[in-house]
């Protein structure tokens, strides 16, 4: 599995550590634990509420709407997106998709703000990078993704 290359979010300064990323400008951190790299500042992601996320989480997989979905989006990688390189997933959820990134590219990073749904995405043997993170700041250096 190969990292991402990471920036601060909010003064764009590269960041680099095996377990844990800070700024030193800013005080942005990461620490990797339990498989994910994760953001202590998103304990609440704002804007989807966690009673949303449960719901959603506990219908994905009886409503009709995933699987057709599912299929879609993999379809169109498939046709449309060259295989290797790094892809980079936003809103990745539970991860639904990241074994057709793994089957599709050299390296996937996921990025979603709910530490449990990058958990159930844990759960799916993926070999993505799963990084919980806010998709409006988000913590690469530019230009290192083929397809995101």
């Known amino acids: 599995m190969t990292s991402p290359s ?3 979010p909010h003064c764009r300064s590269p960041l680099s550590g095996r377990t844990r990323v800070v700024c030193e400008a800013c005080r942005f951190e990461l620490e990797f634990r339990d498989g994910l790299w994760r953001d ?3 304990a609440q992601p704002p ?3 966690p009673d949303r996320r ?3 989480s506990s219908i994905e997989r009886r409503h009709f709407w ?3 979905r599912d299929r879609l989006l ?3 990688a498939h046709r449309h997106l060259h295989a290797g390189g790094a892809a980079l997933e936003l809103g990745c959820g539970s991860g639904r998709l990241l074994p057709v990134w793994d089957g599709l590219f050299a390296s996937t990073t996921a990025v979603e703000p709910y530490a449990r749904s990058l958990e159930e995405a844990a759960d ?3 070999k993505a990078t799963l990084v919980q993170a806010d998709v409006c700041r988000l913590p690469f250096e530019e230009k290192q ?4």
Request: net charge positive; hydrophobic share 50%.
């Open 124 to 126: 799916r043997g993926t």
């Open 145 to 148: 993704f083929d397809a995101i």
């Open 47 to 49: 804007g989807f509420s």
């Open 66 to 68: 995933f699987r057709p």
């Open 54 to 56: 449960e719901h959603l």
């Open 40 to 42: 202590p500042a998103l």
């Open 6 to 8: 990471f920036a601060c």
């Open 74 to 76: 993999a379809r169109l």
